[in-house]
């Protein structure tokens, strides 16, 4: 008998943004009982966990990654009370619920902050990162913030500079201080003792910085035509060799608790990823794989060779993850178009691995122009046209004037096709892409290939299409991706003689299927159960 899997293994992740899922008091920003009223549709829709973003009181200079109380509600969202009826729900529907972390910087306007900027003695100095000025007295050293700017702001009073890897409001913190890190391990048993299910930590291989703290050098590869902020190679503020150390005790609290998970917010290439799972399997249990958003190039050769990969990059042992979408990338239907994002769906739910749904991409939502005058994100306040508003605005759930998610003023612009692409209205369609999605989350469930089976490319003798075989036990899957804008005829007699399609990604195919001519339409997908393979 093999070892049985875990939850986050065989599951599928989904992610809320808890500021646009469902509004409860009409303040057009959504809120906890917002989503506790929706959980009866994820669990409809067949997601196994949620990981909501920060919930915590912040003064929201970056939507909540500004913690200023990592164990409270922020009232916007509701009270402790609230969070715990969520929480209970939840597992009631047979729902996991992932928090955010966010342990690499506080608010300013945390009150460990405002002990260690008020005198340069304070037991709290040392929790961040402070230094003098530069002999010209300008920042200690060239750093960029991500949001644009120098990651240093003097603090005249001291005047000394402290550190910040995003946004002035958000102070790193110092992870050589051994306070420090008890301080964020205390805050992980806090909600495992309420049981929470687990954390997506957010910027884990930022925790540590080179201890001397050099200057970046230039990109070479860097043009004026990116943003300012990428035009310094990060190796010394991210990725340092110590922050495995950290990342080792963080696992060793999350393994106090039975069965908890630890997802890493990490943007690396797979080979440099893969160390996040740690030598032993003691870091990470998931590295969030973000190469799918992070492909350039979208084609059938690209993503089997992002594939091939990643399965080779693993460490024996470790469990492999997929993500198509999140609050700071372009939506997947934007970048790829309405047909392609089926083919994207298809991909992320039947590839080997964990797969994350980022809300609103199982309705095909797509990023929603913001005028300038509503842009709200720091990042695109500061770096005009990186907004992260448009992947965040509201779910479109029915064709009320609020789309169902407020009765109020919507924090931010909803969707001008929201009255037509909403979830009311895919329910209804058997051919939607929410169509789609839960019936490929209904296979995913119902099959040991797709959830927990081996992975092997299938040659097919065409540049346009991707395939290959989930199998586990006597079940065999064949997955092909047709990739291009016209129709194709594979011959896979070598694979199997015959099949029956399980879904095609137009809802709109069934029965048995020769593998001898198999005609796939222009950007058509198929997973077919192999009968003799
Ligand atoms: C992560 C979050 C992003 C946030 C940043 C700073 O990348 O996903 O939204 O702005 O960290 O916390």
Same mark, same amino acid.
């Given at each position: 008998m093999r070892a049985p899997h875990h939850w986050w293994q065989t599951g599928t992740v989904y992610q809320i943004y808890p500021w646009s899922f469902q509004d409860s008091n009409d303040d057009g920003i959504g809120d906890l009982p917002g989503i506790t009223s929706r959980l009866e549709y994820l669990e409809w829709l067949g997601v196994d966990a949620i990981w909501i973003s920060p919930i915590f009181p912040s003064p929201m200079a970056d939507f909540g990654y500004d913690v200023a109380d990592y164990t409270g509600i922020d009232p916007r969202f509701g009270t402790m009370e609230d969070f715990d009826r969520l929480l209970a729900a939840a597992h009631a529907h047979g729902l996991k619920l992932v928090l955010d972390l966010v342990p690499n910087h506080t608010s300013d306007e945390h009150p460990w902050f405002r002990q260690a900027r008020s005198a340069r003695d304070n037991p709290y100095r040392d929790w961040y990162i402070w230094r003098d000025p530069a002999p010209d007295g300008g920042p200690p050293n060239n750093w960029l913030s991500h949001f644009g700017g120098p990651a240093w702001t003097l603090d005249p009073a001291s005047g000394q500079y402290y550190l910040h890897l995003f946004d002035p409001k958000q102070p790193d913190l110092n992870w050589r201080n051994p306070a420090v890190r008890q301080a964020i391990y205390d805050v992980m048993r806090f909600w495992f003792r309420k049981g929470v299910d687990g954390f997506r930590v957010d910027v884990i291989w930022m925790l540590i910085k080179h201890p001397d703290l050099p200057d970046n050098p230039p990109d070479p590869n860097w043009t004026p035509a990116q943003p300012p902020q990428h035009r310094l190679l990060r190796i010394y503020d991210q990725h340092q060799p110590e922050v495995h150390a950290v990342i080792r005790e963080m696992r060793a609290v999350a393994d106090e608790f039975a069965d908890r998970v630890l997802i890493g917010e990490i943007y690396k290439p797979v080979e440099e990823l893969v160390t996040y799972y740690g030598a032993n399997l003691d870091e990470v249990h998931l590295p969030f794989n973000f190469n799918l958003i992070t492909l350039p190039e979208w084609s059938a050769a690209g993503v089997r060779d992002l594939v091939e990969r990643y399965e080779r990059a693993l460490p024996p042992g470790a469990w492999p993850n997929w993500v198509l979408g999140n609050h700071d990338r372009p939506r997947i239907a934007s970048r790829l178009g309405p047909a392609l994002a089926r083919i994207a769906q298809m991909l992320l739910l039947t590839l080997r691995g964990t797969p994350t749904l980022y809300y609103g991409d199982e309705i095909g939502m797509e990023d929603v122009p913001i005028p300038p005058e509503r842009v709200?994100?720091?990042?695109?306040?500061?770096?005009?046209?990186?907004?992260?508003?448009?992947?965040?605005?509201?779910?479109?759930?029915?064709?009320?004037?609020?789309?169902?998610?407020?009765?109020?003023?919507?924090?931010?612009?909803?969707?001008?096709?929201?009255? $037509?692409?909403?979830?009311?209205? $895919?329910?209804?369609?058997?051919?939607?892409?929410?169509?789609?999605?839960?019936?490929?989350?209904?296979?995913?469930?119902?099959?040991p290939a797709l959830n927990a089976g081996s992975y092997r490319t299938v040659e097919v003798g065409n540049p346009h299409v991707f395939a290959y075989l989930r199998a586990r036990g006597p079940e065999h899957l064949l997955v092909a991706l047709n990739f291009a804008d016209r129709p194709c005829r594979l011959d896979l007699r070598h694979v199997a003689a015959e099949g029956v399609i399980a879904v095609s990604t137009a809802m709109d195919r069934a029965g048995h299927i020769a593998l001898t001519d198999l005609d796939l339409r222009p950007y058509e997908g198929l997973v077919i159960d192999l009968l003799t393979p």
């Open positions: 709200v994100d720091p990042l695109g306040i500061r770096v005009p046209g990186y907004s992260r508003d448009p992947v965040r605005t509201p779910m479109q759930w029915d064709d009320s004037p609020g789309a169902g998610f407020t009765r109020g003023e919507p924090w931010l612009p909803l969707a001008a096709d929201a009255r $037509q692409r909403n979830v009311a209205a $895919q329910r209804a369609d058997p051919h939607s892409m929410l169509s789609l999605v839960r019936h490929l989350l209904e296979l995913r469930h119902a099959s």
